[in-house]
């Protein structure tokens, strides 16, 4: 892959507000990698494995999974726990991006392979900081391993 490539930021989270709140965000950061987001867990893996109403989509991994955990249809545990026992998919970045403060989500998220755990912050202006330095981090500065 060339490494000029921008690859995709793919948000997964089911609420509207949280979701445009991070996609502005992402924008204010001037992260150019295009954001698609897709509301459930159904939908992050129809996604990722291109098929479905994603059937058509470009090839390639996005940079990094912003994942939600409480959401309907499949929780991001059960998107992750997916991930991590793919081989094709286990190398993904998957941040978790939660508003719980449950140690046991925190725990369960490592102990299930995240990459990362960000709690969203109340307050909007430390939210956009922290979304904003995840993008950059993830999209910009992250290196990761060719694929095989």
Not at 82 to 87: G, V
Request: a negative charge.
């Amino acid at each position: 892959m060339n490494k000029k490539e921008l690859r995709t930021v793919l948000l997964v989270e089911d609420s509207v507000a949280d979701a445009e709140m991070t996609m502005d965000a992402l924008t204010e950061a001037h992260l150019a990698n295009p954001v698609v987001h897709v509301e459930d867990g159904v939908e992050c893996l129809d996604y990722l494995y291109g098929r479905g109403a994603w059937a058509s989509r470009d090839p390639g991994d996005p940079a990094v999974v912003l994942l939600d955990i409480k959401m309907p249809r499949m929780n991001g545990f059960d998107v992750l726990t997916q991930l991590r026992a793919d081989e094709r998919m286990r190398r993904i970045p998957v941040v978790i991006l939660s508003s719980s403060h449950e140690e046991s989500d925190l725990a369960r998220s490592w102990d299930l392979g995240a990459n990362a755990y960000v709690i969203k912050p109340v307050d909007v202006d430390q939210f956009f900081e922290a979304v904003r330095t995840l993008g950059q981090f993830w999209a910009v500065l992250n290196e990761a391993p060719e694929a095989e």
